[in-house]
Each structure stands twice: as structure tokens, then as C-alpha cells.
């Protein structure tokens, strides 16, 4: 993405929804088509329905019959997770690491695009160029200084030793997709603003902040979900099953448990509904706010 | 954005007593008209530091300075205590392009980085034209394709894990159907188990792909389209001549990111093939490389020398490509700042 948004400027990045564009339409669609479409559905849903599914088989259905569908629905598995205090802490944790890791990579992030989208001054293309390079730096390639980081600050085996980094790492992708949004918001506008008495902060406040909700929600949503699934940084920072994030606990649930699959699996299924319902509710507004960043 | 500021300097000046009016009181200068220009100027810039400079420092602190310790640990034999002192120069690095083990994980993500392009673009731009189509239930068709991309890799990798085990979901199913000859050991023979990882691999991301692509074709002027129809064009047609050269960039950004990811794929591996068997798998890459035996190891200092060779791949390979293949879309973002 790091091409993105150099010169892209989004047709209605101020349309609160995206006006969806259809594509040549057709009188009436190839059913072929829907066949493939729903086959290709069925291949992506298929592993999901099957963790969803397992969690409400007994381990010997399940040995007996791997790809069955239940013939008893057993509750008991989803029940004992859901009455298991490790599996709330554990989502407490990931829900706490993936909220504060969105508010402050928005905050950080509007702010910082705001700056690179409309002042002009001479570092300005250097900044760009500084978070454009930050795509670069994968989580990967900084882990090992990052956890020794961490550890001389005395974040270790703490949500702020993830939260941190997490922030830092999400923010190249929210500002080159954030500045054409910014950019986009006509000059009119701020000289009118400037007219009426609005100091450049206060075009920002007040206008900037809610015209740029599309952009936000999208990278809200990326960041949310980045977060959320994160695994090699906690890998590295979190060493307590108590402070563990839900990917941790999967795994460790699922080694601990190695034996009692149907639980493994009720487990699996219950961490990753949270960001499935997350995410289905502002699908529209990732491809909208996509839109803004790729140009055509 | 040439004269944001400057141009209209004059029509920048609050009229006092409006400081509620604005959001932030504190930062109105309730000044007259003409404030002197270098007012404004240290005016503008604490603006610019205020509002930038938290996330610069956050990024500079945790990003940037961490890949920087990367560079400088890894000219040492270091266990990870105190300060490093054993300097070893380049010791590390011809250990590293001296192991087969290495090779062998470098190949593995050049394997990675060639087939996610071949196997999910083509397959990705066709189902995003498929799904830009007025048809019935086309936005939970769009959700659904996206919910691979949303699910966690341990998630992925556990769930797979157990459909793929010898006696799994996958093998069963082959069975019930009459494909015996089909079911095989996916996660252990060596011949077969980079296929699996490229399957998960294509299962997990592909959904990302089409959406950057559906968001690309929303962005391409439906007149186009009309015009083409006027002109005879078939819907093929249209497609080949129209559709994908405006989709190129949308594409070239997509390949762009697609091979980063594959160079540093971590997750999915660690996870499917634990920390023993990736290599007698034939699915270790560069990143567990270099968890294994940098801090699993201790070898901290060996650790991250692995990770300055995995840094300097991904900046050549993702230089030249800005150079040659994303050149015609911009004017190299990465190296020479925007347009």
C-alpha cells in the first residue's frame, strides 16, 4: 500500500457510505455464476463451520467420523469454555489490547495525516517518506530488539509492552490511507472555515475530525483486527497464562488439551467470533474506505 | 496544498472572543489582523508539532529504533544480557548464508512469494469482476469471502492442523467419497507439505486480495463502461481492454504487498509445524529461522542478524520493484518522499 496514496485523490471520500458503483449490469446473471460465487463461499466457510461445528461433537464422533456432522448437540464444550474465568480473562485482555491499540492509532493517525495532507513545509515530504518506509519494517524483522525494548522499560508480561508496538506498527497503514482522504477535503472549505473565524485547529476540530469517519473507520477496522489476531509480539512480551491474549490461549489451550479436540475446537470457535461479528458489521466500510486509498 | 498557508495567512485570523467557537481555546491567538507573518510561522509550527509529533515519536521509538538495534546486535555473539560486548563483525552473517538450513528456508519463501502471486491474483481478479455484478445476496457473498482474512492464524493453523491430520476431517472426506488414492499425509511429507501450507496460505488471504480489487474497480468511471457497450464491445471485451489496465495499479499494489507478507511469513508455520518440524517438513522460512535459533536459542545477537538479512532481502526485492513496477503509478513514495 505504500503506493497508494501518492497522488490518489478519492472520488467521494466525504459521502458518508461510499455510493456503490455496480458493475456493468447485466439483465439477469449467468446462474453459473452464482453457482461459483456460493462454491467458492462454501470453500471459505467450510474450515470455520467445521472448528464451529466440532466444538458441538463428543471427541469420539469426532474420531470415529473426523469430517460427520454432529448427531448429538453437545453443549458441553461451548458451556465449560464459557464457564472457564481463563477464557474471559483472556478475551478481556484481547478486547483491551485491540481497543486502546484503534483509539490511539486513529488519534495518532488523524492527527499525523492532517499535518502531511494539508501543511506545507519543508520536512514534510521527509515525514511521508519516514512512515511510507514503515511498511517496510515488518513486526518480524524488529521483534528481538522490541522485546529486549520492553524489558528494559519493565513492560514485560504487560498489555501496555503490546499495546505500544502495536500502535507504532499500525500507523504507516492508517496515514497513507488516511492523508488522500484529508487531502480531498476542498480548500474552499478551509478558507470558509477561516472566513467564519476558525483558526486552522479549529477547521480541524470541527471539520476535518468528522469528515474524515469514513477513513477512520476503515483504518479503525484494520487496526481492531490486526490486533486482535496479533500473535508474535505477545508470543514474545506476555509469559502468564493469566496476562495471555486469546491467540496464546488458543494455543495453549489446544497443547494443554491436546487430547479433548471437541474442547480445542469449542475454544478455537468461541476467540474468533468477537472479531467475525466486528468485522460483518462494517464490511461496507472497509471496501469503502479502500476505495480512498486505491486509485483507478 | 502548495499554499495551505501563506496564501491566505490574512483570512487566518480569529476574531476574539470566539475561542469557544474552536474547539481548542487555548491555541487561539485572539490577535489583531495583520499578525506579523513570523508569528504565524512559530505558530505553524507548534501546530505541526503538536499534532504530528506524538505519533512520530511513538513510530520513531518502537519501529524505527528497534530496526535499528536489529543492525547493531548483530555484529555480536550475544546471550541477551546486559550490554553486548563480543563483537564478532560479520561472523554471524557467513554463518547464516553458510547454512543449509538457512538456504533451505530462503528457498521456502521464494517458493511462498512465487506461488501466493500465481495462485491467488489470477483467481482473485476473476472473482472480484464476478462479484462486482448486480446479483442477489452479493454483500454476505462479500462478508463470507472476507472471513478467512479476519480469523486469527492460530486459529487458522489449529483448525487446519486437525483437518488435515492423517486421520482428519480432509482425509475422511476423500475417503467417504471414493478418492482413497487422494488422502495423504499433508503436514509431514516433505513433497506435500509446502502444498498444504500454499492452500492455507491461498485459503487465509485470497479474501483480502479480492476486496482491495473490488475497491479498485469501484473506482473506475462506469461511463467507460457505457461507452464500450455503445461500441459493441462484449463483456469480455470490455473486461480485457477496459477493466484490467485501470486495475493495474490496484494490482501492482496488491503484488507489492503480497510479497513482503510472503517474506516474512512467521505465524502460520511457528504454529502448524511447532518449532521442530518445519524443516523436515520443507515449510521452515526465514522468520523461524530465525525465532528458532536466535531466541529460542539465546543466540541473541545470531537472532538478529537473521533478521538484518531478512530486512535487507525484502528492501532490495521491495526497491526494486518500486523502481520497475510500481514506477508508472507514483513517483516512488518510499524513495523520494510524494509528489
Same mark, same amino acid.
Given at each position: 500500500?505504500?503506493?497508494?496514496?501518492?497522488?490518489?485523490?478519492?472520488?467521494?471520500?466525504?459521502?458518508?457510505? *461510499?455510493?456503490?458503483?455496480?458493475?456493468?449490469?447485466?439483465?439477469?446473471?449467468?446462474?453459473?455464476?452464482?453457482?461459483?460465487?456460493?462454491?467458492?463461499?462454501?470453500?471459505?466457510?467450510?474450515?470455520?463451520?467445521?472448528?464451529? &461445528?466440532?466444538?458441538?461433537?463428543?471427541?469420539?464422533?469426532?474420531?470415529?467420523?473426523?469430517?460427520?456432522?454432529?448427531?448429538?448437540?453437545?453443549?458441553? =464444550?461451548?458451556?465449560?469454555?464459557? =464457564?472457564?474465568?481463563?477464557?474471559?480473562?483472556?478475551?478481556?485482555?484481547?478486547?483491551?489490547?485491540?481497543?486502546?491499540?484503534?483509539?490511539?492509532?486513529?488519534? &495518532?493517525?488523524?492527527?499525523?495525516?492532517?499535518?502531511?495532507?494539508?501543511?506545507?513545509?519543508?520536512? =514534510?515530504?521527509?515525514?511521508?517518506?519516514?512512515?511510507?518506509?514503515?511498511?517496510?519494517?515488518?513486526?518480524?524483522?524488529?521483534?528481538?530488539?522490541?522485546?529486549?525494548?520492553?524489558?528494559?522499560?519493565?513492560?514485560? =508480561?504487560?498489555?501496555?509492552?503490546?499495546?505500544? *508496538?502495536?500502535?507504532?506498527?499500525?500507523?504507516?497503514?492508517?496515514?497513507? #490511507?488516511?492523508?488522500?482522504?484529508?487531502?480531498? #477535503?476542498?480548500?474552499?472549505?478551509?478558507?470558509?472555515?477561516?472566513?467564519?473565524?476558525?483558526?486552522?485547529?479549529?477547521?480541524?476540530?470541527?471539520?476535518?475530525?468528522?469528515?474524515?469517519?469514513?477513513?477512520?473507520?476503515?483504518?479503525? #477496522?484494520?487496526?481492531?483486527?490486526?490486533?486482535?489476531?496479533?500473535?508474535?509480539?505477545?508470543?514474545?512480551?506476555?509469559?502468564?497464562?493469566?496476562?495471555?491474549? &486469546?491467540?496464546?490461549?488458543?494455543?495453549?489451550?489446544?497443547?494443554?488439551?491436546?487430547?479433548?479436540?471437541?474442547?480445542?475446537?469449542?475454544?478455537?470457535?468461541?476467540?474468533?467470533?468477537?472479531?467475525?461479528?466486528?468485522?460483518?458489521?462494517?464490511?461496507?466500510?472497509?471496501?469503502?474506505?479502500?476505495?480512498?486509498?486505491?486509485?483507478? | 496544498?502548495?499554499?495551505?498557508?501563506?496564501?491566505? /495567512?490574512?483570512?487566518?485570523?480569529?476574531?476574539?472572543?470566539?475561542?469557544?467557537?474552536?474547539?481548542?481555546?487555548?491555541?487561539?491567538?485572539?490577535?489583531?489582523?495583520?499578525?506579523?507573518?513570523?508569528?504565524?510561522?512559530?505558530?505553524?509550527?507548534?501546530?505541526?508539532?503538536?499534532?504530528?509529533?506524538?505519533?512520530?515519536?511513538?513510530?520513531?521509538?518502537?519501529?524505527?529504533?528497534?530496526?535499528?538495534?536489529?543492525? $547493531? $546486535?548483530?555484529?555480536?555473539?550475544?546471550?541477551?544480557?546486559?550490554?553486548?560486548?563480543?563483537?564478532?563483525?560479520?561472523?554471524?552473517?557467513?554463518?547464516?548464508?553458510? +547454512?543449509?538450513?538457512?538456504?533451505?528456508?530462503?528457498?521456502?519463501?521464494?517458493? !511462498?512469494?512465487?506461488?501466493?502471486?500465481?495462485?491467488?491474483?489470477?483467481?482473485?481478479?476473476?472473482?472480484?469482476?464476478?462479484?462486482?455484478?448486480?446479483?442477489?445476496?452479493?454483500?454476505?457473498?462479500?462478508?463470507?469471502?472476507?472471513?478467512?482474512?479476519?480469523?486469527?492464524?492460530?486459529?487458522?493453523?489449529?483448525?487446519?492442523?486437525?483437518?488435515?491430520?492423517?486421520?482428519?476431517? !480432509?482425509? +475422511?472426506?476423500?475417503?467417504?467419497?471414493?478418492?482413497?488414492?487422494?488422502? %495423504?499425509?499433508?503436514?509431514?511429507?516433505?513433497?506435500?507439505?509446502?502444498?498444504?501450507?500454499?492452500?492455507?496460505?491461498?485459503?487465509? $488471504?485470497?479474501?483480502?486480495?479480492?476486496?482491495?480489487?473490488?475497491?479498485?474497480?469501484?473506482?473506475?468511471?462506469?461511463?467507460?463502461?457505457?461507452? /464500450?457497450?455503445?461500441?459493441?464491445?462484449?463483456?469480455?471485451?470490455?473486461?480485457?481492454?477496459?477493466?484490467?489496465?485501470?486495475?493495474?495499479?490496484?494490482?501492482? !499494489?496488491?503484488?507489492?504487498?503480497?510479497? @513482503?507478507?510472503?517474506?516474512?511469513?512467521?505465524?502460520?508455520?511457528? @504454529?502448524?509445524?511447532?518449532?521442530?518440524?518445519?524443516?523436515?517438513?520443507?515449510?521452515?522460512?526465514?522468520?523461524?529461522?530465525? %525465532?528458532?535459533?536466535?531466541?529460542?536459542?539465546?543466540?541473541?545477537?545470531?537472532?538478529?542478524?537473521?533478521?538484518?538479512?531478512?530486512?535487507? !532481502?525484502?528492501?532490495?526485492?521491495?526497491?526494486?520493484?518500486?523502481?520497475?513496477?510500481?514506477?508508472?503509478?507514483?513517483?516512488? /513514495?518510499?524513495?523520494?518522499?510524494?509528489?
Amino acid at each position: 500500500m505504500a503506493a497508494t496514496a501518492v497522488q490518489a485523490t478519492p472520488a467521494q471520500p466525504l459521502a458518508p457510505a *461510499p455510493k456503490r458503483r455496480r458493475g456493468k449490469t447485466l439483465d439477469k446473471v449467468n446462474p453459473l455464476v452464482y453457482v461459483v460465487a456460493w462454491l467458492l463461499v462454501g470453500v471459505c466457510v467450510g474450515p470455520v463451520i467445521y472448528i464451529i &461445528l466440532g466444538g458441538l461433537r463428543t471427541n469420539s464422533q469426532i474420531t470415529q467420523d473426523p469430517s460427520g456432522f454432529p448427531t448429538t448437540w453437545e453443549w458441553g =464444550n461451548y458451556s465449560s469454555v464459557l =464457564n472457564s474465568s481463563l477464557f474471559w480473562q483472556q478475551a478481556g485482555n484481547s478486547a483491551i489490547s485491540a481497543i486502546v491499540t484503534t483509539i490511539g492509532v486513529v488519534v &495518532l493517525g488523524v492527527m499525523a495525516s492532517y499535518v502531511l495532507a494539508r501543511y506545507d513545509f519543508k520536512a =514534510n515530504a521527509a515525514m511521508y517518506s519516514l512512515f511510507a518506509a514503515g511498511l517496510m519494517f515488518p513486526m518480524t524483522v524488529a521483534i528481538t530488539p522490541l522485546y529486549l525494548m520492553i524489558k528494559n522499560l519493565g513492560l514485560m =508480561n504487560s498489555l501496555a509492552g503490546i499495546i505500544l *508496538p502495536q500502535i507504532a506498527f499500525a500507523l504507516p497503514t492508517t496515514i497513507i #490511507i488516511l492523508v488522500p482522504f484529508l487531502r480531498a #477535503i476542498p480548500k474552499e472549505l478551509e478558507e470558509a472555515a477561516s472566513i467564519d473565524g476558525a483558526s486552522r485547529l479549529g477547521f480541524f476540530f470541527r471539520m476535518v475530525v468528522p469528515l474524515s469517519i469514513p477513513g477512520v473507520v476503515t483504518v479503525g #477496522i484494520l487496526a481492531f483486527v490486526a490486533a486482535w489476531n496479533s500473535y508474535m509480539l505477545p508470543l514474545f512480551i506476555l509469559n502468564d497464562e493469566s496476562m495471555y491474549t &486469546l491467540p496464546l490461549g488458543v494455543q495453549s489451550f489446544a497443547s494443554q488439551y491436546s487430547v479433548d479436540t471437541a474442547r480445542v475446537l469449542a475454544f478455537t470457535s468461541l476467540s474468533m467470533i468477537p472479531a467475525l461479528i466486528f468485522f460483518s458489521l462494517f464490511e461496507r466500510r472497509i471496501v469503502g474506505g479502500l476505495t480512498g486509498a486505491v486509485k483507478g | 496544498m502548495s499554499n495551505s498557508q501563506g496564501g491566505n /495567512a490574512l483570512l487566518r485570523t480569529s476574531t476574539p472572543g470566539d475561542g469557544s467557537a474552536v474547539g481548542d481555546g487555548a491555541v487561539t491567538a485572539p490577535s489583531p489582523a495583520r499578525r506579523p507573518r513570523r508569528r504565524g510561522d512559530w505558530r505553524k509550527r507548534a501546530e505541526i508539532a503538536l499534532l504530528a509529533g506524538p505519533a512520530i515519536v511513538v513510530f520513531i521509538a518502537f519501529v524505527i529504533f528497534p530496526v535499528v538495534m536489529a543492525a $547493531y $546486535y548483530g555484529f555480536f555473539k550475544w546471550k541477551g544480557y546486559g550490554v553486548p560486548t563480543d563483537f564478532v563483525g560479520l561472523e554471524n552473517y557467513l554463518t547464516i548464508l553458510q +547454512d543449509s538450513t538457512f538456504i533451505d528456508a530462503l528457498s521456502h519463501n521464494g517458493f !511462498i512469494v512465487v506461488m501466493s502471486l500465481v495462485m491467488q491474483g489470477p483467481a482473485a481478479v476473476i472473482l472480484a469482476l464476478l462479484l462486482n455484478r448486480k446479483m442477489r445476496g452479493r454483500g454476505l457473498i462479500r462478508v463470507l469471502i472476507f472471513v478467512p482474512y479476519v480469523v486469527s492464524e492460530v486459529i487458522v493453523g489449529t483448525g487446519w492442523s486437525l483437518m488435515l491430520q492423517t486421520t482428519g476431517a !480432509i482425509n +475422511d472426506l476423500f475417503g467417504k467419497i471414493g478418492l482413497e488414492g487422494w488422502a %495423504v499425509d499433508w503436514l509431514s511429507d516433505p513433497d506435500v507439505a509446502i502444498w498444504s501450507l500454499m492452500i492455507i496460505i491461498t485459503w487465509k $488471504y485470497i479474501g483480502f486480495a479480492v476486496i482491495l480489487f473490488l475497491a479498485g474497480l469501484q473506482s473506475i468511471p462506469e461511463e467507460l463502461h457505457e461507452a /464500450a457497450a455503445i461500441d459493441g464491445a462484449s463483456y469480455w471485451q470490455t473486461q480485457r481492454s477496459i477493466t484490467l489496465p485501470l486495475l493495474g495499479p490496484t494490482l501492482r !499494489i496488491w503484488a507489492f504487498l503480497s510479497i @513482503i507478507g510472503s517474506l516474512q511469513l512467521f505465524d502460520l508455520v511457528y @504454529i502448524i509445524w511447532g518449532q521442530y518440524v518445519s524443516a523436515t517438513a520443507g515449510t521452515s522460512t526465514m522468520a523461524t529461522y530465525m %525465532v528458532l535459533n536466535g531466541r529460542n536459542a539465546g543466540n541473541y545477537g545470531f537472532g538478529n542478524a537473521v533478521a538484518v538479512v531478512l530486512f535487507i !532481502i525484502s528492501l532490495v526485492i521491495a526497491l526494486t520493484y518500486q523502481r520497475f513496477v510500481l514506477r508508472r503509478d507514483t513517483q516512488g /513514495a518510499i524513495t523520494e518522499g510524494k509528489k
